[in-house]
């Protein structure tokens, strides 16, 4: 065990509209991430929360008449529940329009503005309301963004602007000396090539031309720029204090292990986030994921190409732990994933009802059938025996180290190897067939346990995964050592303890009667 910290965010769901599958996805990767590092020992925090402010939100509110303030309360309740729906085990949950939030980027503004990193002057451009960006003449085609395709408007007004030119040779420096600050290391180079080595110009951080955002403390004209308000919450979360003495959680946390977050949004995080942090003399953080997007089929999630999936419909029909495997095992380091209700279905019925399910439920039958239910004791080993045990005792180690790199999927094969590795073994030693001579009785429970005892493994090993598979594969073979220290030997399983045999973990899925079904529901 160690105690270390360990300091883990997604980047703050924007309070607009109901977050897609795809959306989603980032809070269960982080939640993953998060419980593995608590398993094996470390302080863990996990903030995610909600970025509440900007034109766009106060449009829609005007839209459907009423004020922005209950707009977000509705839609941060709904991402609050989807999150709690898809059992993600933050420690806390902001909110860019609490108090404290608001008067810490108050603070910070103004502290910035006081050193001379911000100043006042007018700003002439094309912006995207949807992004909250601004654009050059030089990025703009045909008028439409350059990120997202929106259309873009011209705009004119008065503003401030952050020197951030001014730290860009610290910035690529710092880059170039800590070569795992982001990852995945193509995103590093697009990030240097494409934006710090060509010039970076000073940063729009105000805005008068809409109310609903946090005041310039000292202009009251001025609204804070999404970019300030919304990037400060990894530290106002913590307690950060530009003034003065910080609290607790900063002083223990910060900085933070890894910000998780979508790759769209990495130039905010890997440019004006660590910028920012230079400009206020704090430690950067140690890492910046920018991970890939989740798209249906090969398009990516849009209501106005019909292809968006939420996550309760999908928990609906398939339950939590089964769309939270798909999530992370389908999703790659550095590539886009992709899923549709028949590659769900097909891994599914392949690696949940046919590996693991089956794995567990004939596992229990045999113990019930030849043992009563009563865990056998293990007796002499064979040679094929000490061979089973070697590999599980090796999966642990080989699943750390992918996590450690964030290699989630690779991680969670690890695991899946050796449960193909358990299931070879019942055709290897045959049971069945040691079952029906009474002098070899004492081999079968020695079988039985060997097999009882890689569940055991791979229900500690998928706890971070699926977290209310695991526990329910420990109340099923009556588990007591559940500790990652506990996988350090093979002797983990009690004998003479019940086993409890309830329904199968996961049933195999007919594709065509499930997608009527779910053609029926929509």
């Not at 929360?49 to 209950?70: R, V």
């Not at 310039?216 to 106002?236: C, Q």
Request: glycine share 4%.
């Amino acid at each position: 065990m160690n105690n270390e910290k360990y300091y883990i965010t997604t980047a703050i769901a924007y309070a607009s509209r109901k977050p897609h599958i795809g959306n989603t996805y980032e809070v269960v990767l982080a939640d993953a991430i998060a419980r593995f590092n608590r398993l094996i020992g470390y302080d863990v925090f996990f903030l995610t929360g909600t970025d509440e402010h900007g034109q766009k939100i106060q449009k829609q509110a005007e839209i459907q008449g009423i004020s922005p303030q209950e707009h977000v309360d509705i839609i941060t309740d709904e991402i609050r529940r989807i999150w709690d729906l898809m059992n993600i085990s933050y420690d806390k949950f902001i909110r860019t329009t609490d108090i404290y939030h608001k008067e810490t980027v108050q603070k910070i503004f103004k502290k910035l503005y006081e050193q001379g990193d911000i100043y006042q002057s007018s700003y002439e451009g094309w912006y995207c309301i949807p992004c909250e960006s601004f654009f050059t003449d030089t990025q703009i085609t045909n008028n439409k963004c350059p990120d997202c395709g929106g259309i873009v408007e011209k705009s004119s007004e008065e503003a401030y602007f952050f020197k951030i030119g001014k730290y860009a040779n610290r910035l690529e420096k710092y880059i170039e000396r800590n070569p795992n600050f982001i990852q995945p290391e193509s995103r590093k180079n697009e990030i240097i090539r494409n934006f710090i080595q060509v010039g970076l110009q000073d940063l729009c951080v105000s805005r008068t031309s809409f109310s609903w955002g946090i005041p310039v403390s000292f202009d009251s004209k001025h609204i804070i720029y999404v970019w300030i308000d919304a990037l400060s919450n990894y530290i106002t979360a913590l307690d950060y204090n530009p003034d003065g003495e910080s609290g607790d959680l900063f002083n223990k946390y910060w900085p933070a292990n890894v910000h998780l977050i979508g790759k769209d949004i990495l130039r905010f995080h890997t440019i004006y986030w660590p910028i920012m942090l230079m400009a206020l003399n704090i430690e950067l953080p140690k890492q910046i994921f920018g991970h890939p997007w989740l798209l249906y089929g090969t398009e990516k999630m849009s209501k106005s190409k019909c292809n968006v999936i939420y996550a309760e419909d999908l928990v609906r029909h398939f339950g939590v732990d089964a769309v939270r495997y798909y999530l992370l095992h389908e999703m790659p380091f550095a590539q886009d994933g992709t899923i549709t209700y028949e590659l769900l279905i097909s891994r599914i019925n392949s690696d949940l009802a046919n590996i693991l399910g089956n794995l567990v439920n004939r596992s229990i039958a045999m113990v019930e059938k030849y043992f009563c239910g009563i865990i056998p004791f293990c007796g002499a080993l064979e040679s094929i025996d000490k061979e089973l045990i070697e590999f599980a005792l090796s999966v642990p180690s080989k699943v750390e180290k992918q996590m450690e790199h964030l290699h989630v999927s690779d991680a969670l094969d690890e695991i899946w190897s050796l449960l193909r590795r358990t299931n070879k073994y019942i055709d290897e030693t045959a049971p069945w067939l040691l079952g029906k001579e009474e002098n070899k009785k004492e081999r079968l429970g020695t079988v039985l346990y060997n097999l009882l005892e890689c569940i055991r493994f791979a229900s500690v090993l998928i706890l971070p995964f699926l977290p209310e598979t695991a526990q329910n594969i420990q109340t099923q073979i009556n588990a007591k050592n559940i500790t990652w220290e506990s996988l350090s030997n093979f002797v983990g399983t009690i004998s003479g303890k019940e086993v409890n045999r309830e329904k199968p973990l996961f049933n195999r899925i007919d594709e065509k009667e499930k997608i009527i079904e779910i053609e029926l529901n929509q």
